[in-house]
């Protein structure tokens, strides 16, 4: 399970599934109370379990799905049998973006982007045609918004690990021999 995750990890956890899933064919997609499943074949991640815990968002790559398909009701039937073209992390906010190819030709239709937000601020999957549309199709918590578009991100926090040098006093990032003694480290 990868438990509700920071922006350096779900970058991270962007880049590491594009490999193991780019190519991958969406089979079929189904939900169920506190959940929804990606099935996938082709590739090294054959269910994706989006799970609703609270304001949280975890995902679940697994090889077996959280919830049997005859249990849910199925979702994102536009996406299925659409092959995953590239996933990739919306910068450093806790959204990955998934393109999938679904044999339309580029002249006739915008491809299809499936939007999975980690932040519980959003909802957690949102099916797009084309990253400037509204959505097709959502999936999340009913306090959840709807993005307006594949790209919405969140409103900044007023904090991130990315400024600290500019808000923290000066010298905390120092070396620490130079903070004891006061001077240059030797």
């Known amino acids: 399970m990868i438990r509700a995750v920071n922006g350096l990890c779900a970058y991270a956890l962007g880049l590491g599934l594009r490999p193991l899933m780019a190519g991958s064919r969406l089979e079929s997609a189904w939900r169920y109370p506190g959940g929804l499943t990606l099935e996938f074949s082709g590739g090294g991640v054959p269910f ?13 790559p697994s090889t077996a799905p ?3 398909a005859r249990t849910g009701e199925p979702v994102f039937a536009a996406a ?3 092959r995953i073209a590239d996933i990739r992390p919306a910068g450093l906010d806790r959204v990955l973006l998934l393109a999938l190819d679904d044999g339309v030709m580029w002249s006739e239709s915008d491809p299809l982007v499936l939007r ?3 932040t519980g601020a959003f909802r957690a999957a949102s099916l797009f045609r084309g990253e400037e549309a509204r959505p097709l199709e959502t999936f999340g918590t009913a306090g959840s918004r709807i993005p307006r578009r594949a790209g919405d991100l969140p409103t900044p926090k007023p904090v ?3 400024d600290a040098e500019r808000r923290w006093p000066i010298g905390l990032f120092d070396e620490p021999a130079a903070r004891q003694t006061g001077g240059a480290a030797a």
């Not at 994706?48 to 679940?60: A, F």
């Open 160 to 162: 991130s690990l990315l």
């Open 48 to 60: 994706l379990d989006i799970l609703l815990l609270g304001p949280r968002v975890e995902l679940v």
């Open 80 to 82: 299925a049998g659409s």
């Open 66 to 68: 959280a919830v049997a």
């Open 116 to 118: 999975v937000d980690l």
